[in-house]
C-alpha cells in the first residue's frame, strides 16, 4: 500500500479567549479542532465539509503549520512535522501550499503577476529551468491567463482570473498537496466551473493531492474522493464520496445532505427534508457529551453525557454517533 | 384583474467618469400575490438594481430611470418610478418590504430589536412605545424566535446570523406588506439554517398572501421556492418563464449553460463540469448585438452573424416562456442535448 501524503492523527488545536469583560481574568479556550485524524493519498482529494465555526479552515491551516497545533501528529511525506521550527518547515512548504478563498484579500495589491508568482521561487532559492519569467509565463498560460500579462497588478482582472493566480502561485513549485481553502465560493456561478475544472486537471497532471475545505456540498461531492463532515471542531463522519452521499449514516450528515437545494424543481418539491432546529452552538462552551446533541432530532440521554467515539461501521465508513441511521443497503 | 406589481420597460442607467453604465436594461414583468419570483444572475446582471429601482431606493438625481413599475393597491394604482419621492416613501414598509442579505449591517447596532421593530410599526400605526413592542413580541413569535418576549430587549449582537435574519424578515412583515423583495435573503447563511429561512419565507407568504421577489444566484434556492424565475445577464432578462419550464426546457444559451455548470448533489457519476467561457461584459460600453454572444457557443451556427449585429428581442418561445436569442426551436433542442 502506498504511503499517505498527509496522515494527521488526533489533531488538535485550542484558541485562547478572555470569558469575562476587560478587566476578568477568566480564561477560556474555543476548541477549533478536538481531535481530528485524516489521511490523504496521492492524486486524492479529501472534502473537509462543515458549517461555519465547524474548524475546517482551522484544521487546512493547522495542516499547514500555520497554526501550532494544540496536541496530535501531523505525518507529511512519513514524517512527522508537527515539532519542527519554522525554519525547518521552510524547505517542507514548498511541497505543500494552500489557495485562499478570497482572490482579492490573498493577493498583494501593489505587486505584479509576476512578482506574486515569482516570489515562491525567490523564497525557496529556486531558479526554474529555462528562466523565471519564462516559467512564469509557462504557469500562466497552463492556468488560462494570458502570459502577456505579467507586469499587469491583480485589480486588472476578474475575480475568476485572480483566482488563477492563487492557483498559479499554489502550483509553482510543484507541490505534492495543496490545501485549498474554499477556493470557489466568493465567485460567481459561471466562474466556479472554470476553476473546478482547472483545479481538477492540475490534480491530474501532477499528481496532486488535495485537502478542499469548503461548505458547499455540491462542489465537495463533484470533486472530492473522501469527504469528511465536522461539526464544532469534532469529525462526525469520515467515508468514501458515494457512501457518504448514498447512505450517510450519522444524523447530522443527513441533515446537512437534505438541506442542500437541488437545481431541480420537481425533486426539490418532493424531497424530504430534516430542518435541524437552532444554531450552531457556540464553540467556547460545546455541549456537554456528543456535541451535536442540541441539534439532533435522535438525541438520548446518553447523547447529552457520553462522547461518542469515531469508529468504523463499514469497511471505510467511520462516523462517531451512539444511535447511527440504518444502512440503506 | 391586473397583477399586483406590473414592471414595464425599465431601465436603469447610471451616469459616471468612464461613460453610461447600462445596470439593467428594458425590464417588463409582473408578480401577484401569493406568487414567487425568483430573479437569478450573476453578480452586476442588474437583479439588485432592478428591485431598488421598484423600492424608490435610487438617487433620482444621479440616477436615470425609464419605464414604469405599477402597484396595484386597493386604493388604485400607483407608478412608484413617477410617483412623488414622499409617496413612495409612505409606501415603504407598508405596501413593499426589502430583507438584504447581511442581516447585520441593515440593523442598527445601538437599538434594540424591539425598538427597531417598534418603530417600523409605529411609522403607520397609532399606538405608543409599548404598544409597538408588544407587537414585535408578536412578530417575532411569527418567525420563530424562542423566548421572544425576553429577546425583544436584545440587541442585534446577541442574534446569530439566521436569528438575525428572522429579525429582519419580522421588520419587513411587520405592517403587513403586499410586496416582499428578499435580496440574496439566505447567502450568508449555512445551508441548515438556509432551509429553516426558506420554509419560514413560504410560510410567511402563506401568511400574508404577499408576492415575493427572490433575488438570488442559486439556482438550486431557485428550484425549491419559485413559481417563475427570471434569468437576467448583462442587465437585460434573457429568460423568463415558469420554474419547471427553465430548469427542464430552458430556451437560452445562458441559462442551458448555467445549468450544465453547477455540481448536484444528487448526481454522483463524477462527469466534468461543462464551463461557460470567459466572463460577463463590462456594462459599459455593452458590444453590439447579443451580449452574451462571445461567451455563446452556439453563437456561430445562427446566419448572417446576426448575434453579432442584432441584438435579439425577448420573443414568447412557447405559451408564457420568453428568451432573448437568435436560436432556432432546432438549434436549441441541440444546444439542450437533445431534450
Redesign the interface.
Known amino acids: 500500500m502506498t504511503q499517505p501524503v498527509l496522515k494527521i492523527t488526533g489533531l488538535k488545536k485550542h484558541f485562547p479567549v478572555s470569558t469575562g469583560g476587560v478587566f476578568s481574568k477568566g480564561k477560556g479556550v474555543v476548541k477549533a479542532v478536538d481531535g481530528v485524524d485524516l489521511e490523504i493519498f496521492p492524486g486524492q482529494t479529501i472534502g473537509l465539509v462543515g458549517e461555519s465555526g465547524c474548524g475546517k479552515t482551522t484544521v487546512g491551516r493547522t495542516v499547514l503549520k500555520l497554526y501550532e497545533p494544540t496536541a496530535g501528529t501531523i505525518e507529511f511525506n512519513g514524517e512527522d512535522i508537527t515539532k519542527l521550527t519554522p525554519k525547518q518547515m521552510k524547505p517542507r512548504r514548498a511541497q505543500m501550499q494552500m489557495i485562499f478563498q478570497d482572490p482579492f484579500a490573498s493577493l498583494n495589491p501593489r505587486q505584479t503577476v509576476g512578482t506574486l508568482i515569482g516570489n515562491t521561487f525567490d523564497i525557496q532559492k529556486i531558479t526554474p529551468e529555462g528562466g523565471k519569467v519564462e516559467e512564469i509565463q509557462r504557469l500562466m498560460k497552463r492556468v488560462g491567463l494570458n502570459p502577456e500579462h505579467i507586469n499587469r497588478y491583480p485589480h486588472e482582472f476578474s475575480g475568476g482570473q485572480r483566482q488563477r493566480i492563487g492557483v498559479a502561485r499554489a502550483i509553482a513549485l510543484k507541490p505534492k498537496l495543496i490545501v485549498a481553502d474554499e477556493p470557489v465560493s466568493a465567485l460567481d456561478v459561471s466562474i466556479q466551473a472554470q476553476v473546478v475544472n482547472l483545479l481538477e486537471d492540475l490534480q491530474e497532471e501532477f499528481n496532486l493531492s488535495y485537502l478542499f475545505v469548503a461548505h458547499d456540498l455540491s462542489v465537495v461531492q463533484h470533486i472530492s474522493d473522501r469527504v469528511v463532515v465536522m461539526y464544532l471542531g469534532k469529525v462526525m463522519e469520515d467515508a468514501d464520496k458515494k457512501d457518504l452521499f448514498l447512505n450517510p449514516r450519522h444524523p447530522y450528515t443527513k441533515a446537512l445532505l437534505s438541506a442542500v437545494p437541488v437545481p431541480d424543481p420537481k425533486i426539490g418539491r418532493a424531497r424530504e427534508r430534516i430542518i435541524l432546529q437552532g444554531d450552531l452552538p457556540s464553540p467556547v462552551n460545546p455541549p456537554a457529551g456528543c456535541v451535536f446533541n442540541t441539534r439532533c432530532w435522535k438525541v438520548q440521554d446518553k447523547c447529552r453525557t457520553e462522547v461518542p467515539e469515531l469508529v468504523q461501521i463499514q469497511p471505510g465508513h467511520k462516523i462517531a454517533c451512539h444511535f447511527p441511521e440504518p444502512a440503506s443497503k | 384583474m391586473s397583477a399586483f406589481l406590473e414592471v414595464k420597460n425599465l431601465t436603469v442607467s447610471f451616469p459616471t467618469e468612464d461613460g453610461l453604465v447600462q445596470a439593467s436594461n428594458d425590464i417588463s414583468f409582473s408578480v401577484d400575490r401569493g406568487e414567487t419570483l425568483a430573479v437569478v444572475g450573476?453578480?452586476g446582471s442588474g437583479k439588485s438594481v432592478t428591485s431598488l429601482a421598484i423600492m424608490g431606493l435610487h438617487n433620482r438625481k444621479s440616477t436615470n430611470i425609464n419605464g414604469s413599475a405599477i402597484l396595484n393597491l386597493e386604493s388604485g394604482p400607483i407608478d412608484v418610478i413617477s410617483a412623488p419621492e414622499d409617496q413612495v416613501r409612505r409606501l415603504r414598509g407598508k405596501a413593499m418590504s426589502m430583507i438584504f442579505q447581511d442581516p447585520m449591517s441593515a440593523l442598527h447596532p445601538y437599538y434594540s430589536i424591539g425598538d427597531q421593530l417598534s418603530e417600523a410599526w409605529r411609522l403607520y400605526n397609532k399606538g405608543d412605545k409599548k404598544a409597538g413592542h408588544k407587537r414585535a413580541t408578536e412578530m417575532l413569535e411569527l418567525v420563530g424566535i424562542p423566548d421572544a418576549s425576553k429577546r425583544v430587549k436584545e440587541f442585534p449582537h446577541q442574534f446569530?446570523?439566521?436569528?438575525r435574519q428572522r429579525v429582519m424578515i419580522a421588520m419587513a412583515l411587520i405592517n403587513n406588506p403586499s410586496l416582499l423583495i428578499a435580496d440574496e435573503p439566505t447567502t450568508a447563511l449555512?445551508?441548515?439554517?438556509?432551509?429553516?429561512i426558506l420554509?419560514l419565507l413560504k410560510d410567511m407568504q402563506k401568511e400574508f398572501n404577499m408576492a415575493v421577489i427572490l433575488i438570488t444566484?442559486?439556482?438550486?434556492?431557485?428550484?425549491?421556492v419559485?413559481d417563475r424565475v427570471n434569468v437576467m445577464y448583462a442587465g437585460k432578462i434573457v429568460e423568463q418563464g415558469v420554474?419547471?419550464g427553465i430548469?427542464y426546457k430552458p430556451d437560452h444559451p445562458y441559462t442551458i449553460?448555467?445549468?450544465n455548470?453547477?455540481?448536484?448533489?444528487?448526481q454522483?457519476e463524477?462527469k466534468?463540469?461543462?464551463?461557460?467561457?470567459g466572463?460577463?461584459p463590462s456594462l459599459i460600453n455593452l458590444p453590439q448585438g447579443c451580449s452574451f454572444r462571445k461567451?455563446c457557443t452556439f453563437a456561430d451556427q445562427v446566419a448572417d452573424n446576426l448575434c453579432a449585429t442584432l441584438a435579439p428581442s425577448l420573443d414568447m418561445k412557447e405559451n408564457a416562456h420568453f428568451s432573448r436569442c437568435h436560436l432556432t426551436e432546432k438549434q436549441l433542442v441541440a444546444a439542450r442535448g437533445g431534450k
Not at chain 2, 455548470?261 to 444528487?266: K, N
Not at chain 2, 466534468?272 to 467561457?277: D, M
Request: zero cysteines; proline letters at 7%; a negative charge.
Open positions: 450573476e453578480s446569530s446570523g439566521g436569528m449555512d445551508v441548515t439554517v438556509q432551509s429553516q420554509q444566484h442559486d439556482l438550486g434556492v431557485v428550484a425549491e419559485a420554474a419547471d430548469y449553460g448555467l445549468l455548470s453547477i455540481p448536484r448533489v444528487d454522483l463524477g466534468r463540469l461543462i464551463a461557460i467561457p466572463q460577463p461567451r
